[in-house]
């Protein structure tokens, strides 16, 4: 099974489409929405996790090029500057998917980025501005 | 037995002196017991860096030729707002001021508040320039109305950090029992007691460690961010009538210390600014104090671990910023805040803190290292802190 972190960006007319729905029913997909920002009427925009077979991913991807959906590989990432960070542990209750850990005898915040699922959380509850966003165009 | 301070200084000069951090001692203690442990231990060091809003630093400007008079006119530093209100050249810089732009909270959103008093103080620390823009009325002896010039802290007389708050004995542990979130100066805390944070380093903070500052007074020499900084006065708002538990340590809020100390030998390994988003701009500060053991109570007081230090629970949506509703959610131990997780209410509450433990961990080492060196000797502290034990209270 493939999983992969996308970004889906919707047009204003498909907004109202239960795309969602369609993705799981229709092509089997395993849909995970990590993030969403939808207004019927206006552009859309969800972050997810699709999981399924290759064969059933591509084919999900087609519907969604079908409906004028743009399709982007997950653009930003998340970095922690290990010099800013003071080991304070302010991120780790913010941290949806435990991304941000904290090592409790040596209290050493660790950041794996394989987990991070760019919800900003961290950005937002960081005082030393040790996490920053990099902009990834694939 | 009762060592004194110019005893254990000799010790230090001719590099004899045993010194402990406040978290080796608790195991020294379980191995020795107390009677030989405060036979053989001289000094217990402690540490914390913590973000301490009450912070700032006075500066006193360099005048050119054409002198002028800041008094009574204004001045910033990089956009942010100086107090002008005193002798000619002396100004003071707040960490929590922030420029005359910056967008706050505006339009109903959060402040990231990227700039402010703290950063200017990180940067001129860091050896950094700062743009001065000032304006006067103009005097007969001071005649210039304007200047505006980068300087850094080469172009100043004098440059210290005057903080009238650090190093609060215990503090709340910030929870929000309303149903949405909510920005505050200990952070942002999830609807219905979604996160809890709390901010001291425990078993190796300065003031839990001498509950009732039989030590630490006017007066006393510490390691401040990374000079050689001095208790200056009992810190605003020190209160020591705060309720204790049987160990001596304060269950809410008690002490606090006023501290000052020479910008030019401050470091920013040990000073940072920081930003609250939707609270503000504040400063950490890294702060150790050297704590004699000059009898068995003090060694017994320093000996103290996270699972004997208690803090009260306090809702921030309401009870803080209203006075309404409960005043204390439940009490809950440093060892417990430290695991991760708390329970209150019957709820498991993920815990987070702003108080670095590995930096106060840092600075208790280091100040260990410095006073082993014979680089930092004690000092007799030269008027108590309000509410210090007496010797006779002590005795019993």
Known sequence: MKQTKLVFIFPEDTVEEPVTYNLIADYGVRVNILRASIDPGKQGRMVVELGGEEIQISQALNYLESLGVVVAPLAQKIRHLEDRCTGCTACVPHCPTRALDVDRDSWKVSFDSEKCIVCFSCLETCVYHAMSVEEQFA | ?396
């Open chain 2, 1 to 396: 037995m009762a060592k004194t301070i110019e005893e254990i200084n000799a010790k230090i000069r001719s590099g004899k002196v045993v010194v402990f951090t406040a978290e080796e001692i608790i195991e020294v203690v379980r191995e020795k017991g107390i009677k030989q442990a405060a036979r053989e231990v001289d000094v217990v060091t402690t540490g914390t860096f913590s973000p301490m809003c009450s912070s700032g630093a006075f500066f006193n400007i360099k005048q050119q030729k054409l002198k002028m008079k800041f008094g009574g006119g204004f001045a910033t530093l990089n956009g942010v707002p100086a107090y002008a209100g005193l002798a000619a050249a002396d100004i003071y810089v707040g960490a929590t001021a922030i420029p005359d732009g910056d967008p706050r909270n505006g339009n109903g959103r959060p402040g990231k508040f990227r700039y402010g008093g703290a950063h200017v103080i990180e940067d001129l620390v860091a050896g950094k320039k700062v743009l001065l823009k000032s304006g006067a009325y103009g005097t007969d002896c001071y005649p210039l109305k304007a200047r505006e010039q980068t300087i850094g802290l080469e172009d100043m007389n004098d440059a210290f950090l005057f903080n009238p708050r650090n190093c609060y004995q215990n503090y709340n542990v910030a929870v929000n029992l309303s149903d949405k979130p909510i920005y505050t100066y200990m952070g942002k805390l999830k609807p219905k007691l979604g996160n809890a944070y709390y901010c001291s380093a425990g078993q190796l903070s300065p003031l839990l460690n001498d509950p009732y500052f039989r030590t630490i007074g006017i007066g006393t020499r510490v390691f401040f961010c990374g000079a050689e900084g001095y208790v200056a006065w009992p810190g605003t708002q020190h209160n020591p009538t705060a309720p204790r538990l049987e160990n001596g340590t304060p269950q809410t809020p008690a002490g606090t210390i006023a501290l000052i100390g020479d910008m030019r030998q401050m470091s920013g390994e040990w000073l940072r600014a920081v930003s609250f988003t939707g609270y503000g701009v504040t400063l950490s500060v890294a702060v150790g104090v050297p704590i004699p053991i000059i009898d068995e109570d003090m060694l017994r007081s320093v000996s103290v671990t996270d699972d004997q230090l208690k803090a009260p629970v306090v809702d921030y949506s309401e009870y803080y910023p209203l006075g309404q509703g409960e005043a204390k959610l439940g009490e809950v131990t440093y060892q417990a805040l430290k695991s991760g997780s708390i329970r209150i209410k019957d709820q498991k509450v993920p815990t987070g803190s702003f108080s670095s433990y590995a930096l106060a961990r840092k600075v208790a080492h280091h100040l260990k290292q410095v006073i082993e060196d014979g680089d930092f000797l004690l000092t007799q502290f030269q008027a108590p802190l309000p509410g210090a034990a007496t010797e006779k209270e002590a005795a019993k």
